[in-house]
Nanobody, 110 residues
Framework: VQLQASGGGLVQPGGSLRLSCAAS????????VNWHRQAPGKQRELVGT???????NYADSVKGRFTISIDNAKKTVYLQMNSLKPEDTAVYYC?????WGQGTLVTVSS
């Protein structure tokens, strides 16, 4: 499996972005997919997970603002981020079964 994250950029506080995580490989549907983020000077943290049965879990810091969805036909997982805050600024990574994508930078600033 290889993962490619995209969709990051600069957005104002209160704005929205949608990140994509495109996977290649035959076994995409067999494993949960996680979104993590790492802010400057901080440890990487789990943002949310979507399981193989479609169950979603989120960190308390993003609950109610971020939504994970999946398109199995496209082998792509999305992270819809709304009501963005400056503290959401980070490099966002997706990972599945121990494989990590390269990350995409999200900057929330006015």
């Amino acid at each position: 499996v290889q993962l490619q994250a995209s969709g990051g950029g600069l957005v104002q506080p209160g704005g929205s972005l949608r990140l994509s995580c495109a996977a290649s490989g035959r076994f995409f549907s067999l494993y949960s997919v996680n979104w993590h983020r790492q802010a400057p000077g901080k440890q990487r943290e789990l943002v949310g997970t979507i399981t193989t049965t479609g169950i979603r879990n989120y960190a308390d810091s993003v609950k109610g603002r971020f939504t994970i969805s999946i398109d199995n036909a496209k082998k792509t997982v999305y992270l819809q981020m709304n009501s963005l805050k400056p503290e959401d600024t980070a490099v966002y990574y997706c990972n599945q079964n121990g494989v990590w994508g390269q990350g995409t930078l999200v900057t929330v600033s006015s």
